[in-house]
């Protein structure tokens, strides 16, 4: 019914900027809270909050990406975006796209995942 489809990952030496992409499909009435999280990989099944944005554009960010990365949405085209610049190793991870969504003809919120995009960053 909703599905979220990341995008922009990639291999990336320190010190470079990656775009990541999150775009919400289906049938969606209204997003509220979108966020990006990450999975590095010696943390097991273990997602870090990285950053948030609420539907009028309040954001959230992790103490580590602080002042390095931005996130930023488009209500318009059900889109959320990470520009990460100044890529460290510890950034390395599966990065998932996170979404509070209100479906069509449901008066609830439900959060949904998508499946994840790999960043990795080489020293």
């Known amino acids: 019914q909703v599905q979220l489809v990341e995008s922009g990952g990639g291999l990336v030496q320190t010190g470079g900027s990656l775009r990541l992409s999150c775009v919400a499909s289906g049938s969606i009435f209204s997003i509220d809270t979108m966020a990006w999280y990450r999975q590095a990989p010696d943390k097991g099944t273990q997602r870090e909050l990285v950053?948030?944005?609420?539907?009028?554009?309040?954001?959230t960010y992790a103490d580590s990406v602080q002042g390095r990365f931005t996130i930023s949405r488009d209500n318009a085209k059900n889109t959320v975006y990470l520009q990460m610049n100044e890529l460290k190793p510890a950034d390395t991870g599966v990065y998932y796209c996170?979404?509070?969504?209100?479906?069509?003809?449901?008066?609830?919120?439900?959060?949904?995942w998508g499946q994840g995009t790999q960043v990795t960053v080489s020293s």
């Open positions: 996170s979404a509070d969504i209100y479906v069509v003809g449901v008066s609830k919120s439900a959060n949904y």
């Open positions: 950053a948030a944005i609420t539907v009028r554009g309040d954001t």
